[in-house]
């Protein structure tokens, strides 16, 4: 679970759905693709943080930023914003010198939860292309 005084915004599908009703709407192609990327990223960054968060609460994982950002690439075969990983992750005092005690665990993370994080960003594409299909036919 999020160590005390940490909070993150979960980017729900939802949010999503608001941000590309506004991209359609916008008149510039680039400025249209570029919000729904975007919103996209935004959508499946929510998912990885939530199998995140599921391994430090089930496996009692001491989640760094650089932890996390190993085992995201290691699910999904490349990283996600460092900031946001910092944000949620980085405590005040650690340094180099005192790393995760978790962190030769990180190739049996990745496959324990490889699978499921796999399951979930397809759900969350197909979600995401439910919800492009609808609003571009709301607007049409």
Known sequence: MAKSGRSIYFYTLDHYKADIEIAMDLENLEQRRAMAAAASKRYKQTVLFYWLERAEV?????????????????????????????????VTGRTAANKSRDHHRKDELIEKYKEQVDRDIKKAISDMGKVRKAVFYRII
């Open 58 to 90: 089930d496996d009692g994982v001491d989640l760094t930023p650089t932890l996390a950002l190993n085992l995201v690439k290691g699910w999904m075969g490349r990283g996600i914003d460092r900031l946001t990983l910092n944000k949620w992750f980085a």
